[in-house]
């Protein structure tokens, strides 16, 4: 997995104590790109953590029971995904500007006792997640995007459809994926997909259940 200037090719090649962003609804996946505006003093810290040493965070949902630690923290779910900062950005106000380049999915073994304001878990990567994915041919490609014509003509919403055409399947998947207006638990089973092909099929079934929901809401303001 290239990532910036570096190639993930195996599993030693990734830390196994990483930083930590808890950030509900925001899905990062392999490959996947994400801009983030870092402005609490303690993800600050993290940030500059991150570019002293490996440049990798890891972000991570909230748990979607509400419940909290000791310290009045959120619960975090078991499954996020490592990206790589590839960009910062100062923005002379005292926040920066940064982009992740996802990396690799991994599974929380613990979150460790630490002293830094910033949360840190111990993880094991998915070191699948650094191989290519090879059921991207396998991707119902056609009913990927007819599901998401309809979702963005049902909600008066455009898009640049000459750079969608030209898009790989798996580049397509991710960043449809990750765009999507779906709540935490429908990002965590997109994040959580085993692979590409199941990605989509999740994809797609998430927006016909969206556009079901919307009709059905449209036929009742009418009665």
Known sequence: MQAGNFNYRRVADLPS?????????ALLLPGGRMPLNVFEPRYLQ???????GDRLIGMIQPGF?????????????????????????ETGD???????QGVCRFRVAEELSVKTPFRQCR?????????????????????LLKA?????????????????????NAMLVNALSMMAPYGPAEKQALLEAPDLRTRAETLIALTEMALARDNEDFGSSLQ
């Open 46 to 52: 993290m940030i500059d953590a991150a570019m002293a």
């Open 17 to 25: 104590v990483i930083p930590v962003f808890p950030f509900p609804a």
């Open 148 to 168: 998401f014509r309809s979702y963005l003509e049902a909600n008066d919403l455009d898009a640049d459809w000459n750079n969608v055409s030209r898009a790989d």
């Open 123 to 143: 993880v094991s990567p998915f070191g699948a997640d650094l191989d290519e994915d090879r059921s991207g041919g396998e991707v119902d490609r056609q009913a």
């Open 94 to 100: 005292g926040r920066y500007m940064i982009a992740l």
């Open 65 to 89: 029971d509400g419940a909290l630690r000791d310290d009045g923290e959120p619960e975090i779910v078991n499954v996020g995904c490592m990206g790589r900062i590839t960009s910062l950005t």
